[in-house]
């Protein structure tokens, strides 16, 4: 018996090809799929909303201002600064997997990541603080309060999730820089920090988005 | 054979994790089958809550508590006294998401999906074992926070299952904040488990097949629950989304569904409808999979036009996504967009008749065997066809309008949802219950089981779209409080009749189940002489399925191949070189 007499339609998996995607990280990209539908429900019923203000409307009287001016005020310079932060971030966490892959511990990389990380979600807490200041909250001016905190608390969840997990990864590679120290073979696994970089990835990508239908449309 | 078998020996996947014992295997075990059938006795449990909370309003509709006698004298003689309008509004509510999100989902996708996916595909276990545990606690935690509505102020949520805004979204209109919230965030951790479900589900069918089980060898159940977790991976975050919006509009003031904020309550219709319509397939798709499995077993005959079914199947998926406003002819929607709604819609009908068809041209020939099984089998497309036709009515806006929100849509969607996919859980019970606790279920209780559910399923069901287009409302708690609704008042006592006959014909299935988990006959590997890869193994299956991965030889189907010995070949029996009888086909392709 040999597999000549299988019909032609049949294939077995090549051993000496590995997958293109590890089930884990398959899985992710799969879950990354439903994520993407959760803001694009956000997103649409914002869009349905905000068209059905009428032109003039948007945003309300008296509503602090958010939108990009020419010249761009403090705030938006805030932003977008702080859009910037969080886009390199990504490229930072793509040089530390980068350096992990080539043996290294990626500990720099991961550890600039968490901060950017951190530093992203620190100014959407000021700025969260600061519009409460001026008088705009989930409940006040209509929608425009409502859709503006809903949309970013949900992406804000999303990357306080990401911080912890790269928090993770930093240890992670705390413990690998450790065993190179001291000469020894680190943790050749690095489906975690390939999972976490798709998730990271995929937050950056959706604020992309935010930003541009919440601070320049 | 077995140093072919050898080489494929996959060990990456496989046992995985150890198999916990005592009573620890029964709350935390990573093993699909048992997690399974966690899902099994979990959402029959919530079938007995559901199926009481009807057995109530049934009462209610026959004999209302809140009915003045002709003779002024107040109240019904036979009337149970605590239900009043409220009650009666939070029981139909949590009826339909009980029914819904703990009963028919989680019986045909939790159970029958964990249970059957692995063996079916031949591997060891899902992708994931952790997440599909996880999966389970969070569905058990959803079914809790939900039923907790009952014990709040308030009462449980009472807006329909629906929860239209502004009625669920504003705690003046609803009565019922902490309810209405504890609805919609039982619902979102449910949503969790739905997600981690699907893209475990889909994960294990696209990397773990067995070698040889290439797509197009799959069984119609795998392919079903497939393209049934892609609908539920797409379909279910926009739920989560608005039901985050719900939950905000009630707890935190935000405007989403208020109209005097510039808010709109139709966002929230066009948010739960484009889940909710994907949501209805979601509950077919996997009856529809494995009553086709059932159907050829039992037939003795492959299914007819394999790939037909699987393409009827994915189009019906897609279209699934594209005909949600036909839930809103009456909600003042533009003529044109409804009349594109109900075409879409009507286009459904095509993969779904090429589903009928096929499953008549199964049975065409086929040497039957009117087993349990069976009988629930044919009844579920009997029954899908019946309530398949009264969509078709409903798709036509103008017959929509005329019959919206009354009793006829009530018979519409039992027969959908009890008679397609209730009678498709059964036939899969009787199915593969040997499989999975190695024992026989009791045939002649079965089918006495069986045609009492039919007949007092019909009896119940059937005069509701009688009463429905004598004009009588859904989710009223008085039917005798309307003028035009009083004649009609005996067509609504014998439909509480037969709906008691129902819920306790159950009873006999429940006795069945249990009686038959010691007593029943043991089941031996393969007791229905069926072809694909969990008869394979022994009822019920080890820890890890499979001693030796399998390789697989041939579709799902190969039912009464002519010159064959028996009229079954297993998908891992390979081709013998000198059998006369499949040869040519082989041959056929190269040649």
Known sequence: ?217 | MSTLAATHVHETHSHAHEEPTGWKKYIWSLDHKIIGIQYLFTSLAFLLIGGGMALLMRWQLAYPSTQVMASGDVGNPIALPFINPQFYNALFTMHATVMVFLVVMPLLIGAFGNYLIPLKIGTGDMAFPLINELSYWFYVASGVIMLAGFFVAGGAAAGGWTAYAPLSSVAAYNGTKMGQTLWAAGIFVNGLASIMGAFNYITTIVNMRAPGMGFFRLPLTVWALFITAFLLLLAVPVLSAALAMLILDLNFGTNFFNPAQGGQPLLWQHLFWFFGHPEVYIMILPAMGMASDVLSIFSRKPVFGYKAMVFAMIAIGLLGFIVWGHHMFVSGMNLVLSAAFGVSTMVIAVPSAIKTFNWLGTLWGGSIHFTTAMLNALAFVAMFVIGGFSGIFMASTPVNIFVHHTYFIVAHFHYVLFGGSIFAVFASIYTWYPKMFGRMLDETLGKIHFALTFVFFNLCFFPMHNVGLGGMMRRIADPTAYEHLRSLQPINQFITFAAIGLGFSQLLFFWNFFRSLKNGKPAGKNPWHATTLEWTVASPPGHGNFAVTPTVYRGAYDYSVPGHPRDYIMQNEPDAPDAPATKPRTTALVG
């Open chain 1, 1 to 217: 018996m040999n597999s000549t007499t299988l019909p032609a339609s049949h294939s077995f998996p090549t051993p000496s090809a590995g997958p293109r995607f590890t089930l884990p990280k398959f899985g992710m990209l799969v879950f990354l799929a439903s994520e993407a539908m959760l803001f694009a429900g956000l997103i649409g019923g914002y869009i349905v909303l905000r068209i059905a203000q009428g032109p003039g409307s948007w945003p309300p009287p008296g509503a602090p201002e958010i939108g990009v001016k020419l010249p761009p005020t403090f705030l938006n310079w805030v932003m977008i600064a702080n859009t910037v932060i969080l886009l390199s971030s990504s490229v930072t966490y793509h040089w530390g997997e980068a350096r992990m892959r080539k043996g290294g511990s990626g500990l720099i990389g991961y550890g600039l990541t968490a901060i950017f990380g951190t530093i992203f979600l620190g100014v959407q807490a000021w700025e969260w603080l600061h519009l409460k200041h001026e008088g705009m909250w989930f409940n006040t001016y209509g929608i425009y309060g409502s859709c503006f905190f809903t949309m970013t608390g949900f992406h804000g969840l999303h990357v306080f999730l990401g911080l912890l997990c790269i928090l993770m990864a930093v240890g992670r590679s705390g413990l690998r820089q450790m065993k190179l120290f001291s000469g020894q073979t680190p943790n050749p696994s690095h489906t975690f920090e390939e999972l976490t970089g798709y998730y990271w990835h995929f937050v950056d990508l959706v604020w992309i988005f935010l930003y541009s239908i919440l601070y320049v449309l």
